[in-house]
């Protein structure tokens, strides 16, 4: 009788030392996914804010763009082939 006892209280610790186990590493996830949250969000207001720039970088190209056949347009073919051969060249 005092072995069932005794066999009862080892499976209950190995039992208890199983659960603090698994509750420590399910902890170590969870800190992780914490991390990994934060690290996505940072990301997001990165990328957010090169979108932008992107945006305004390619608006301002375009309107240089059409100054520049603006300028062609009025200065003749001649002109813009020089101007093409300088940005070319950059």
Known sequence: MVSHYVDGDAAADLLRRRWFAVFKA?????????????????????????????????????ALGEELDLLDACEGP?????????????
């Open 26 to 62: 399910a902890s170590g996830v969870r800190a992780e996914c914490e991390a990994l949250l934060e690290s996505i969000a940072l990301t997001e207001v990165a990328w957010r804010q090169a979108r932008v720039r992107l945006s305004e970088l390619e608006a301002l190209r375009d």
């Open 78 to 90: 001649l002109a813009a082939d020089r101007r093409k051969m300088v940005l070319s060249a950059a």
